[in-house]
């Protein structure tokens, strides 16, 4: 009956309110066209194949050959996801060999929001030595958008992605009582995810490692701006790793660079580790930035530090 | 995503204190109505096309209540975009006028509604400016009142408050009090008015390890901004 009347009044006085009615439907139009800064987070870089040792661009770390791995050990994978209706293939690297996954233990690696896997492949082989070349496997991907995986690089999918992933890891024959995860940067939300919702993700993993989390999406705006600003004003991404990190029961070990100006050690990583119940170690590196911490530490003493925490 | 629409974000996000100049300089007349529309925001430098300031814009009205006091509300496009209804309903006072020169003081309260989530802000801001006439031309058809033609110089201080002490997880809000420095110039005509402001942007807070690249006055410390903006008075 309201609705009639407001219709009514409109219809009657159309002509005086034109410019009122045509006022508000530009406001109606630019509302419905929504800008969002979702995209902002993730920054990926087209690739047609993946060059790795021979990627002449810019790479997370600069690593001496004492970290080479022979090509015996690297095996390019991918994995199904939909996205919109449509079949992708996931990307992937393992190193390692793909025959004795069932017997291996593995680390599940989730990388930053940067380029694709050849900006990241330094860390993949840095993590390959850990505890000696081949003690654990190391499986990295690239999410959708990033690299030569196809798609729209979103929450969603990069989450579809980690499940993927971890889908096949089982089918080789993984169990979670031997997968580790570990996350960097952004990678530190599908690591919390499936960390937060065991049972729901086809692995869980038995331990985790987190450097340079991110706290939350919200977070990251309010530290970009002055003003408290809500989160939902500029992104719908629902990252909220403070928060999941609550519902993570496993052991978690946590790296940051004292020096990270991009997700501070104050209102990012301490926030997570001071959320994380039961077991949980930190390694704070002072000088360390946001991608120098392994370099700051010594890499060596990185991969040394992350191997014995595995091996506890 | 290209370089301006990542810079156009942020500049929404880090300075959307700065996305507008100084409403009212100074009062309308009594019975004053004035529509009125301002472009600018922050200078950033834009790979591929300079140094510019960012197309911030918005619109209001405003009534001259008496000759001291005036009201106004402005709306700004910029956080339509968002979703975000962004309004401000603020008053021009002027408790001192002496001569050529006068003091206003204009308080306003800033409502940002998201549409989609409901999510709200109020963000209350004073500002105070003083403001010196150099230059009135009177013609004879409008002496003793509304002067054909007056130049004005106004510096002031415009302050945004942010009244909510704890942000997400719990953490301090260590930002209560955002100030920024305005210097401007204003042209007076009998029904339009034109004014161009710059703004020294948050002079007390570091612009380091911010994405973009804001040239300030002040080196490694706020932002510089640039606007204009035209007035129909009727």
Known sequence: MVLSGLILVFITNFKKMKKLFFLALIVLLVVSC???M????????????YLLDAYQGETSLDLSGQYAVPNSMIHRVEFPIIDNGETI??????VGDTSSIASDTVLLYCHGNKDHMDFYWPRQKLYAHMGGLGRYGVLMFDYP???ATKGSPTEENMYASTRSALQ??????????????MGFSLGSAPVCEVAGHE???PLAPSKIILEAPFASAEILIQDGGLLSMPGSFLVDLKIDNATEIKKVNVPLLWIHGEDDSFLTVAHHGQLVYDNKPGAKEKVLIPGGEHETTPFVMGYQAYIDRIAAFIGQ | MNSFKIILILNVLIFSFGCAPTRYVKPLERGEHSVNAHFGGPVSKVPGMGTIPLPFSSIGYGYGLSEDLTVSGNMYATSLLFGVGQVDVSACYQPWKKDRMGITLSPALNILV???TGANRLWPQLDANYYFDYSIYRSRAVEGRNPKRINTVYAGISNWFDPYLTESQGRKNEQFWIPSLQFGHQWERRHWDYQLEMKILAPIYSNENIVVDYPSLLGNYGALGAYFGVHYKF
């Not at chain 1, 293939?89 to 393992?94: A, D, N, S, T």
């Open chain 1, 168 to 181: 096949w890891l089982k089918e080789k024959g993984l169990t979670s009582n031997r997968l580790m995860m």
């Open chain 1, 34 to 36: 929504r800008k969002r």
């Open chain 1, 38 to 49: 979702d995209s902002f987070l993730f920054n990926p870089s087209p690739l047609e194949t």
């Open chain 1, 89 to 94: 293939m996931i990307q992937g690297i393992y």
């Open chain 1, 145 to 147: 958008g990033y690299g």
């Open chain 1, 199 to 201: 049972g729901e993700y």
């Open chain 2, 114 to 116: 998201d549409f989609y």
